[in-house]
């Protein structure tokens, strides 16, 4: 009698003492999740608005049939779907944390359920605080993990030796869809090492099976996707391991902010509020060129031209160069220039650098760019297309009532369209026959501005003063301060 109450009073007070614990430990991860949530939201808000623009998701049965091609389809099925709603920064930061929130859970009960130390559970906090430091945008490798103490924890709910075999071998062809190999295979030698801890080492040798199925669905199911590598497929953790603090993550929330005020025509923002203009002074090639972007937008190119170091025309832009940072700036240049089919041209070619072959900011530029140049029937193609997706009611609408006032209101004897290939004449060359074509465009200065600027830069003092003379801008008016300094400079 006295052995049982004391029995009972040590399993109250362990029960008491794990519920202190467990409050505890939930606390602190309440705690991570808040410092996470308003670190990220507001350290790297322009991350979180275009991992939403480089996303794409819509309900249909061709985008779930693309992806099932890029294995784990579930798990980037589902993160294409939150991802929709990363327009809104906070939405995004809350999004992001309730994921590491979920995987600290998990992790606890996967840790209580296997252990009986206490302190052993504190181990649940490390996946949390890893992925949010080292992966914190990537949303689908948080899924997977999920996916992975899931399995773990439903694997320990079950008793029989056999149930968990079963269990075990579906494990791996639900694996696929759910986890990047790597994981799937952590996975079962997870079970594999529970199975020798509660049946022996006779019984584990069964987890062989489990491991040579593995090992032969990559190479049976690879017939199905021979365009997709191998080692893309079934070798890669699904993450780059990118420190949240380190210069890298800073620098890409500075090429997205540039990009992003670009977009809204934030110029003075970008310029002196976001310290661009002093970066590209310093040095930056990225901020240099966003700098002289919108000095053009402004207008003040002209002036402030020999306040930076500028030594190549072709810091204006990227020329004939393919990449997501490239093609971004290109198509913001030729934007600034009204010159929309050629900004259609690197929105188009962005698109089709995303992961999914698509992507929702570029998707919107075409549908823009579509209206303005009378392309009626590519705008609503497209609009059709987001149609589909989950937060794009509004914008639709909006876009097929401008739509209808641009067809009132369309000009056809306004020139839309560049007269040749762009990029297939010297950068000054071109910028001057772009001027002659857009006779009438409001941006017409912009080219003529470039095009006298990239002679300053080559010390062309003779083409200077003939696309001075060719054009009438700054006939009867001062020259801006950088053609008076170069035009002095040759007396």
């Not at 605080?129 to 399995?151: E, H, K, M, R």
């Not at 089709?352 to 009378?374: A, H, K, P, T, W």
């Not at 040749?420 to 772009?434: A, D, I, K, S």
Request: proline share 3%.
């Amino acid at each position: 009698m006295e052995q049982k109450k004391h029995n009972h009073f040590r399993t109250t007070n362990s029960s008491k003492g794990g519920g202190r614990e467990g409050a505890i430990y939930y606390s602190v991860l309440v705690v991570f999740m808040l410092f996470f949530a308003i670190y990220t939201g507001r350290n790297f808000p322009y991350t979180y608005i275009t991992l939403e623009g480089d996303n794409f998701w819509v309900f249909t049965w061709d985008f779930w049939h693309l992806k099932l091609a890029t294995l784990p389809a579930v798990s980037n099925w589902l993160a294409g779907y939150l991802i929709q709603f990363y327009s809104k920064v906070w939405v995004g930061a809350c999004i992001q944390t309730l994921m590491l929130g979920i995987i600290g859970v998990l992790a606890y009960a996967v840790l209580k359920k296997v252990f009986n130390k206490n302190w052993l559970y504190w181990l649940g906090l490390l996946p949390s605080v890893l992925l949010g430091y080292y992966c914190a945008f990537n949303l689908s490798f948080q899924i997977q993990w999920i996916f992975l103490f899931c399995l773990m924890l439903i694997y320990q709910y079950i008793r029989s030796f056999s149930g968990r075999f079963i269990f075990s071998l579906l494990c791996v062809p639900a694996g696929f869809l759910l986890l990047t190999t790597p994981m799937l295979v952590l996975l079962l030698l997870v079970h594999a090492v529970l199975t020798f801890k509660s049946y022996g080492a006779k019984k584990c040798v069964y987890w062989v099976l489990p491991m040579i199925l593995l090992a032969i669905t990559p190479k049976i199911y690879s017939q199905q996707l021979a365009f997709i590598p191998f080692e893309e497929r079934y070798t890669e953790w699904g993450s780059n391991f990118d420190p949240l603090t380190s210069k890298n993550m800073h620098n890409g929330e500075f090429v997205k902010k540039c990009v992003c005020l670009a977009n809204e025509g934030r110029w003075e923002d970008l310029l002196y509020k976001e310290h661009v203009r002093s970066e590209a002074q310093r040095g930056n090639s990225t901020a240099l060129r966003y700098a002289l972007l919108a000095e053009c937008a402004l207008g003040t190119l002209p002036e402030n031209l020999l306040d930076y170091p500028i030594n190549d025309e072709y810091l204006f832009l990227y020329p004939h160069q393919s990449g997501i940072v490239f093609s971004q700036f290109n198509r913001l240049f030729y934007l600034n220039l009204g010159v929309y089919d050629e900004a259609f041209h690197h929105a188009l070619e962005y698109c089709l650098l995303m992961s999914n072959g698509n992507s929702f900011s570029s998707i919107r530029q075409l549908i823009d760019y579509s209206i303005v140049e009378g392309d009626w029937e590519i705008a609503e193609k497209f609009l059709t297309v987001l149609s589909n997706s989950s937060c794009h009611k509004d914008f639709i609408t909006e876009r097929r009532a401008m739509m209808e006032k641009a067809k009132k209101n369309f000009n056809k004897n306004i020139a839309l369209r560049a007269d040749n290939f762009v990029g297939g004449y010297p950068f000054p060359v071109e910028m001057l026959r772009l001027a002659r074509y857009y006779k009438d465009s409001p941006n017409r200065k912009k080219m003529i501005d470039y095009a006298i600027c990239a002679y300053i830069i080559r010390g062309d003092y003779n083409s200077f003063m003939i696309a001075i003379n060719a054009f009438d801008i700054y006939k009867d008016k001062e020259l801006p301060k950088a053609y008076r300094i170069f035009k002095d400079s040759f007396k």
